[in-house]
């Protein structure tokens, strides 16, 4: 395959490294559009720095390196644009979470893929993973009767990065629905075979992290890591010099700050409901993420962190544990199932496991919840293919 990205970040190039390659071992990255070349360049692989050039924009990179196939990969702000222009070059196209961060770019982007058969790959990895495919075909063969109810939680045991990096800027990001939900409310809506339709949000912002430290303070030039529990020295298994995580930088309740925790109730659209949690300040072993649906029948429970699944039928004398072996790296394994997804799309052999759509539904989703949140009510999930704008109010 003959790749171009937009973004040559971190993610991506994690992904194409050790995910994209397995499945490709022929993949080259031949063209890519990034402002910052050097960064881009030292993410480069041994086998793309002589090929990869750098171009200006999409259209450039795609008349001069002729891809086979684009990734979008830059900060969560610029997905939608990006993929709007990708749209007209009809290239299968992987493309980052967030598909959006606001109502106006996702209704551009459901508009420009609305009469394209382009096929796109969202990065959701979760939805590929072995473990919830198991949950997944459960539920679907009926498990636990018609699922009634699911609890849903993540305790995100690296939710510094919220603070710590690039990601604190509420501008770029939108919050953490929108940032980390988005995996969730896909998965749940997949899991239930059914769409979100109302959410009522609350979160919990600047009672942990954000606060008053200088602009641009990190550890290595603070006067207070002796005292301070995010320091390295304090902290020590789990961090190193980084930005302050309650600097200035990291926003207000006016400029818009990252919640600590944040939780939605939502309605299904055959009426049955579910919670959604998520917590950002856990560390260690705290780290959760998972599900409990259940029906008449029974219950199903699973966490991606451990490497069972539980089934209990209601009415019948004994507990099911089944042992999905599953493992911690690169989402549970999902990356690379993503990844192989991809390669089959371009390839023309499969048809993508993750696609607009499910990128679209879960947005407005999480950009309803970020909404009921704001204004403490709550908020009708806009569907895809719904015309009209807005999400509905409540
Ligand atoms: N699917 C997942 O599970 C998952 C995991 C991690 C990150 N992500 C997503 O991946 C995205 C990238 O995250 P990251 O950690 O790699 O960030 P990053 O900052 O390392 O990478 C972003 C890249 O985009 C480049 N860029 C900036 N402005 C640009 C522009 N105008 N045009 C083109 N490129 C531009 C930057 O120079 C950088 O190389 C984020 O949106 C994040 O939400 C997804």
């Known amino acids: 395959m003959r790749l171009g990205v937009i973004g040559y970040g971190n993610r991506i190039s994690g992904m194409i490294r050790n995910c994209f390659r397995k499945a490709d071992p022929d993949l080259r990255v031949v063209g890519i559009v990034d402002p910052d070349e050097d960064g881009a360049r030292s993410r480069l692989d041994d086998c793309d720095r002589t090929d990869a050039r750098f171009y200006r924009g999409i259209g450039q990179l795609v008349r001069s390196a002729k891809p086979d196939a684009l990734a979008i990969a830059t900060r969560c702000n610029l997905h939608a644009r990006y993929a709007v222009q990708a749209v007209r070059y009809g290239l299968p196209l992987f493309l980052e979470k967030p598909v959006s961060v606001s109502l106006r770019q996702a209704l551009a982007l459901e508009r420009a893929y609305e009469k394209s058969d382009c096929p796109v790959v969202v990065s959701f990895p979760l939805r590929v993973t072995t473990n919830f495919a198991k949950v997944h075909e459960l539920v679907r063969n009926g498990a636990v009767g018609r699922p009634e109810h699911v609890m849903a939680h993540n305790y995100v045991p690296y939710g510094r990065t919220y603070w710590e990096d690039g990601y604190r800027d509420y501008d770029v990001t939108q919050g953490l629905f929108l940032q980390k939900a988005t995996h969730d409310f896909d998965y749940l809506m997949l899991l239930m075979g059914r769409p979100i339709v109302r959410v009522a949000a609350m979160g919990t912002v600047g009672h942990i992290f954000g606060g008053d430290k200088a602009a641009g303070l990190t550890c290595s030039i603070c006067d207070e890591t002796e005292t301070c529990r995010e320091s390295p020295q304090n902290r020590s298994k789990t961090a190193s010099d980084h930005l302050c995580p309650f600097s200035v930088d990291c926003g ?143």
Request: a negative charge; one cysteine or more; glycine letters at 12%.
């Open 252 to 394: 207000s309740t006016e400029t818009g700050l990252n919640e600590d925790s944040s939780s939605c109730v939502f309605e299904f659209d055959n009426g049955a409901h579910g919670v959604y949690t998520q917590v950002f300040y856990s560390l260690r072993d705290a780290g959760q993420r998972g599900a409990v649906v259940s029906g008449y029948d029974g219950t199903v429970s699973f966490d991606w962190y451990r490497p069972e699944i539980r089934l209990v039928k209601h009415f019948e004398p004994s507990t099911e544990i089944i042992d999905t072996g599953s493992q911690a790296d690169d989402h549970f394994g999902g990356d690379d199932e993503l990844a192989r997804n991809f390669v089959g799309v371009v390839t023309g052999h499969e048809a993508s496991r993750s696609t607009l759509q499910a990128g679209l539904q879960s947005v407005y989703t999480c950009l309803a919840a970020k909404e009921s949140f704001q204004k403490r009510r709550f908020v009708n999930v806009r569907q895809v293919g719904q015309s009209g704008r807005g999400n509905g109010k409540s």
